[in-house]
């Protein structure tokens, strides 16, 4: 039977925890459909996309024509028009390098897309569970206030067999207001942070939002391997402009090679009417060659001496940026910790004090209650029980921080 108990028991324990986890992360999953942020992170993505068609371009062709106001006489005819046509085209290769750059930018804005997705879910969580937080106090206190009441008519019934006086009663009272004001200020935090969450699921602020009852710990803490640090989206981010810089190079010595040139020149020529032979008034018809060279390669040395500077600077940024992840990580893990221990130590605390309000209640029947006793005891309860409360909230949110810097 024991055993049934127990494992009856865990399986409320894992079947609570897989609602919660259930129930965030489907706030989570509309955030992400619905958040303008992220929209437009997608969007700017599809442009950086859209920009690799642009980069599939040659230059424009050109056509000219010109007549011959005094027309040139030549041996075949006088020459009346120039008709020509000129296209020029990038040396082998430069169309692709320019692609791929496009390419490279395009892989580093969607990476802003997973950072900002990470940064959404830790805002949710936290949001989430600030609202937990405030709901949960509330329930302390009015739980207090009740019980809190219970003891007025205790007092009450004390006052009357002289066990007791009306001041015992007044200072029962008066801390019930205390209380009462403090779950009146707790309402309008839970509205503000409502509000707060809702904006954040882009919706209205006054979305009621259902918040579980009850968290708990779960029994041993999760290990979290720092080695999937590298892999946090914000230093994918610099791998990806690294290589954003090494395709800006090559599109640049692309640049630096010639471009080629084709063209076609065509001139009508009149007919000669004091003379017959074989080529009279022959039109001309002139296919041509050109070649572009970069004599003056300033420009071009000057640019490959930026991207060697800009490869150096984002490796020093993605190098601090690491160091700071990593801090967050450790801090993280430690203040989860730390929040465990609170959390134990409440527990032990608010047994101690249950113990001790029954004892003075049982006291009642052989003597007078100090009510300024009982009036202790039940506020260091309301203490340990607020202070539970926060380490339990303390101890989901640093673990929604790892889950942002580590999680797959």
């Excluded at 009272?173 to 839970?190: K, T």
């Excluded at 801090?331 to 130590?345: F, P, T």
Aim: negative net charge; proline residues 3%.
């Amino acid at each position: 039977m024991k055993n049934i108990k127990i494992t009856i028991c865990v399986l409320f324990v894992f079947t609570f925890h897989f609602i919660e986890a259930q129930q965030l992360q489907s706030f989570i999953e509309d955030a992400k459909r619905n958040n303008p942020e992220i929209q437009g992170y997608l969007l700017r993505h599809n442009i950086a996309e859209e920009k690799i068609n642009e980069a599939n371009w040659i230059p424009n062709t050109e056509f000219s024509a010109g007549y011959f106001v005094s027309e040139p006489e030549t041996r075949t005819g006088a020459q009346r028009a120039r008709f020509s046509a000129r296209q020029k085209l990038p040396w082998f290769g430069a169309i692709t390098a320019r692609e791929n750059y496009a390419s490279a930018m395009a892989d580093a804005e969607y990476v802003e897309i997973a950072i900002a997705k990470r940064k959404l879910t830790l805002s949710v969580s936290q949001s989430y569970y600030r609202l937990y937080t405030i709901k949960a106090k509330q329930k302390v206190l009015n739980e207090n206030i009740r019980l809190l009441k219970t003891y007025e008519k205790l007092a009450l019934t004390s006052v009357e067999v002289g066990k007791a006086s009306v001041v015992d009663v007044l200072r029962l009272q008066i801390r019930q207001n205390e209380l009462q004001q403090q779950v009146e200020v707790l309402d309008e935090a839970y509205l503000g942070e409502q509000i707060t969450f809702n904006k954040l699921l882009n919706r209205e602020g006054n979305v009621v939002v259902n918040i579980l009852e009850e968290l708990s710990l779960p029994k041993e803490d999760a290990v979290y391997d720092s080695n999937r640090l590298p892999f946090n989206p914000e230093l994918l981010k610099y791998d990806k402009l690294y290589e954003s810089v090494v395709q800006s190079e090559v599109l640049n010595k692309s640049e630096h090679n010639p471009m080629i040139g084709f063209g076609l020149d065509y001139v009508p020529v009149s007919e000669r009417p004091d003379l017959s032979f074989s080529d009279n008034g022959k039109d001309i018809l002139m296919p041509m060659i050109s070649v572009s060279i970069p004599v003056f390669n300033k420009k071009y040395d000057s640019k490959s001496k930026q991207n060697e500077l800009k490869q150096l600077e984002i490796t020093s940024q993605k190098d601090n940026r690491l160091n700071v992840l990593e801090s967050a990580f450790a801090k993280a893990i430690s203040r989860r910790n730390q929040a465990r221990i609170q959390y134990n130590m409440q527990v032990k605390n608010i047994k101690q004090t249950n113990d001790a309000e029954e004892i003075l209640i049982k006291g009642y029947e052989a003597e007078a209650i100090n009510f300024n006793e009982l009036l202790d005891i039940q506020e260091l309860g309301l203490k340990f029980k607020i202070n539970q409360i926060s380490a339990i909230s303390a101890y989901y949110e640093e673990s929604a921080i790892v889950n942002y810097l580590i999680a797959e």
